[in-house]
Nanobody, 125 residues
């Protein structure tokens, strides 16, 4: 069983930066592709970024490319999302998720097996 716990998030102004992190339990962390998704009120959960097990390959949604950076620490079993140049439209609950799928087949919520509880990110204009 894998458990994910997010931390971070909060309220910032447009243009500022913010980090969210995710601590993962389990001894096979390196075997999981890790992803970040977000969900705004009334909207579907959408893909933000993913990173493969060893951390060499990452993929991003077009809306965050160049502003967000996903990284992982396999010694600490953590995955981070560094967000910069934040916009009001980035406001959402951010979720980390884990899957055994190859990163190239891990951009939809239904492709992930384990989820954290979510962290609120609010960007004011």
């Amino acid at each position: 069983q894998v458990q994910l716990v997010e931390a971070g998030g909060g309220l910032v102004q447009a243009g500022e930066s913010l980090n969210v992190s995710c601590a993962v339990s389990g001894r096979t962390f390196i075997g999981y592709t890790m992803g970040w998704f977000r969900q705004a009120p009334g909207q579907e959960r959408e893909f933000v970024a993913a990173i493969e097990g060893r951390g060499y390959i990452t993929t991003y949604a077009d809306s965050v490319k160049g502003r967000f950076t996903i990284s992982r620490d396999n010694a600490e079993n953590t995955v981070d999302l560094q967000m910069s140049s934040l916009k009001p439209e980035d406001s959402a609950v951010y979720y980390c998720a884990a899957t055994m799928r190859n990163i190239y087949y891990a951009r939809r919520p239904d492709e992930y097996d384990y989820w954290g509880q979510g962290a609120q990110v609010t960007v004011s204009s």
